[in-house]
């Protein structure tokens, strides 16, 4: 009885491991694609390989096959400059790559508030980037971009309701216990306003944090979606065994 306890148990935790984590949603009539992560599982940022910047989901994949694992998800996660080096606050593995930028300025990431995405020791976070800079908490990983979408269970007060600024639009929400990210992506144009709704009150995250508009990109195996496109900088992902065991 026993060992069938153990078994149960067994194909119980890999059954979780390679569960659905990405799922297609409507919300206010519009189409969206969202991936719910879980603290805990290998969610990393990537921004060089061995050759220099990935540019891409491929040259990730690339590169964690020779190790002997792939990706379950990915989605561009940041600005970045002409040569994809990051704008603004990027670390990888406890390490600074660029520093935390607070002004204001021209462009999405100028338009303050913006935000951190954080995965911590114990916990996900988004947050505001001036509170960020006053105290920063650790962060194995962190990307700043901007504007931020939800802010303590408010939306952005610049956004306008009827704005008629579209485009595809991704970004990430965490849940208030820091224990779930969602991560978003419009399948038609839309405007910051209905985008930030998804994040408040469909995923229920009181703090949100957009990624990027026409560079938007997802790569989401179960679903059919390889996320093929232009070059970009730094790249979030869920790292698992080659074959999702």
């Not at 979780?16 to 719910?36: G, H, K, M, N, W």
Request: glycine residues 12%.
């Amino acid at each position: 009885m026993r060992l069938l306890i153990l078994i149960l148990l067994a194909l119980s935790f890999a059954t979780a491991a390679t569960a659905t984590t990405c799922r297609d949603l409507r919300f206010e009539d519009l189409p969206y694609t969202v991936c719910q992560i879980p603290f805990g599982r290998d969610l990393r940022l990537f921004l060089n390989g061995p050759d220099g910047a990935y540019a891409g989901f491929g040259a990730v994949q690339s590169d964690l096959a020779s190790k002997g694992q792939t990706l379950g998800f990915a989605m561009n996660a940041g600005m970045y400059q002409p040569d994809l080096s990051p704008v603004g606050l990027y670390i990888e593995e406890g390490r600074q790559v660029t520093p935390i930028i607070t002004s204001d300025g021209p462009g999405n990431f100028g338009l303050l508030p913006n935000g951190v995405f954080c995965i911590g020791k114990t916990r996900f976070s988004v947050v505001e980037s001036r509170a960020f800079r006053k105290q920063p908490p650790n962060c194995r990983y962190a990307t700043q971009y901007g504007p931020m979408l939800v802010i303590g269970g408010k939306l952005h007060p610049l956004f306008k309701p009827a704005s008629d600024s579209l485009n595809i639009r991704n970004g990430v929400g965490v849940t208030a216990d820091g224990k779930t990210a969602f991560f978003a992506i419009s399948n038609r144009a839309v405007n910051f306003a209905a985008f930030a709704r998804l994040f408040r009150d469909q995923l229920g995250t009181p703090n949100a944090l957009y990624f990027d508009g026409s560079v938007s990109r997802l790569l989401a195996p179960e679903l059919g979606r390889s996320g093929a496109g232009f070059a970009i900088g730094p790249i979030v992902g869920l790292v698992l065994p080659k074959g999702g065991e």
